[in-house]
Every structure is written in structure tokens, then in C-alpha cells.
């Protein structure tokens, strides 16, 4: 089992940016394809980013693809979500999500088996 938990957000200009980490515990953290939900308020929850286990391969959500990067440290049980170019539409709550195995996507949320508690993501116009 893998915990995790999401730090790095907080309130910044538009334009600006931010980086997201997210902190495993459990020793099967290498072996778990990684991804970044968002929440905005009223709003479902959305896909952001996805990384394989071994960081080969990466996913964005169009929208997103040019201004935020994900990425993995399996020594260090760590995956950032770095966020360029902020606009007031990225605020909602980041979530980091682990996923134990491969369910044929990354997508979604019943792609993935762990959560962490989430981390707010405000940015001012």
C-alpha cells in the first residue's frame, strides 16, 4: 500500500508558476504509474498529468500540454507536477494519485487506487 501526500501549492499571479510535489510512502512506489487530478469548485474531478512507473511515458490533458510537466524520482518516491503560465482557471485542489496496475488508461479516476488529501492551487488575475 502507498500513502501519499501533495505539497507545494498556494496563491499565486497569473503568469506565474508553481511546483507540485508529492511525497510516497511504501516501498511499491516504483512499480505504481503516478498521475495529477484537479478539482475546481462544483466542478468533477479532472485529469491533469500521468507518468508511467519507469518515467518513460507521459500524459497531459490537451489543454494543459506545454505548460505543465510531470515527473518522477523512484529513489526518492517523489512526483512533481510543475505548473507554467498559471491562469485563473488552473485554481482548484491538485490531487496525486497512484495507480497499482494498469487498467488500460490513465484518464481517470477509477484508473487509480491511492490518493492523497489534496493540495489548493490559487491563481490570482
Known amino acids: 500500500q502507498v500513502q501519499l501526500v501533495e505539497s507545494g501549492g498556494g496563491l499565486v499571479q497569473a503568469g506565474g508558476s508553481l511546483r507540485l510535489s508529492c511525497a510516497a510512502s511504501?516501498?511499491?512506489?516504483?512499480?505504481?504509474?503516478m498521475g495529477w487530478f484537479r478539482q475546481a469548485p462544483g466542478k468533477e474531478r479532472e485529469f491533469v498529468a500521468a507518468i508511467t512507473w519507469n518515467g518513460v511515458s507521459t500524459y497531459y490533458t490537451d489543454s494543459l500540454k506545454g505548460r505543465f510537466t510531470i515527473s518522477r524520482d523512484n529513489a526518492k518516491n517523489t512526483v512533481t507536477l510543475q505548473m507554467n503560465r498559471l491562469k485563473p482557471e488552473d485554481t482548484a485542489v491538485y490531487y496525486c494519485?497512484?495507480?497499482?496496475?494498469?487498467?488500460?488508461?490513465?484518464?481517470?479516476?477509477?484508473?487509480?487506487?491511492?490518493w492523497g488529501q489534496g493540495t489548493q492551487v490559487t491563481v490570482s488575475s
Open positions: 494519485a497512484g495507480a497499482e496496475y494498469y487498467t488500460g488508461s490513465y484518464y481517470y479516476t477509477r484508473d487509480y487506487d491511492y
Open positions: 511504501g516501498r511499491t512506489f516504483r512499480s505504481y504509474a
